[in-house]
């Protein structure tokens, strides 16, 4: 499915780079691929909800990839959400990495905790992107499955409530950069790695 075009460009060098997923990553990784793939085969809707503690970076930048991932599969019935165990704000350093990989992202509501349209493809929906808690209305709450993206949501959030499965996909925060002269070079380090994962995840899902 085409992507617009400095997405798809982004695509095309991640999907080269799938040899490069440590053999460490790769079973966890997998845990995703059969989430999806178990939904497919039963011809029942995917929903996957990405969980950090703020959803304010790795969250997002995992529910977009995912969204974008399914979209250029042509894996059909698939919706991504993201969530926190508390809501802050999407970090602008993590949308600004976002869009430099190539997602369009326009500001429909300034304040405190923007409200961002993103889109990755011409013919695809847009994604309404701000930070929520994970059980917000907002979010689909029943029979998902919660990817907790980093170690202390997935350590301090036993229970989510309403997910049909759990899949620790965790991620280093480029928050811990912030700041620094590392940081562009470190948010989009992990804006690749995260979209590097993702997008093996679903290019191994089979379609029905």
Not at 16 to 28: G, K, T
Not at 33 to 53: D, G, M, S
Not at 108 to 131: C, H, L, M, T, W
Request: hydrophobic content about 40%; glycine content about 4%.
């Amino acid at each position: 499915m085409n992507l617009h075009t400095d997405l798809s460009k982004t695509v095309s060098q991640l999907t080269a780079e799938f040899s490069e997923i440590p053999a460490a990553r790769r079973p966890v990784i997998n845990e995703l691929t059969q989430f999806v793939q178990e939904r497919v085969n039963a011809k029942l809707p995917v929903y996957l909800n990405f969980i950090c503690t703020h959803n304010s970076r790795r969250s997002h930048l995992s529910q977009l990839w995912a969204q974008a991932a399914a979209y250029y599969y042509g894996i059909q019935n698939v919706s991504c959400y993201s969530g926190g165990t508390e809501a802050t704000a999407f970090n602008p350093r993590a949308v600004k990495a976002m869009q430099d990989a190539g997602f369009k992202i326009v500001t429909q509501k300034d304040g405190e905790n923007p409200i961002y349209e993103v889109r990755f493809a011409d013919e695809a929906p847009p994604v309404i992107a701000f930070s929520k808690t994970y059980g917000d209305p907002f979010n689909h709450n029943q029979d998902f499955a919660a990817v907790m993206t980093c170690s202390h949501a997935d350590e301090n959030c036993p229970l989510v409530l309403g997910s049909s499965a759990r899949i620790a996909l965790r991620y280093d925060d480029p928050k811990a950069f912030d700041g620094t002269a590392l940081e562009t070079a470190k948010y989009a380090e992990r804006v690749r790695e995260i979209g590097r994962e993702i997008l093996f995840a679903f290019s191994q899902v089979k379609k029905s």
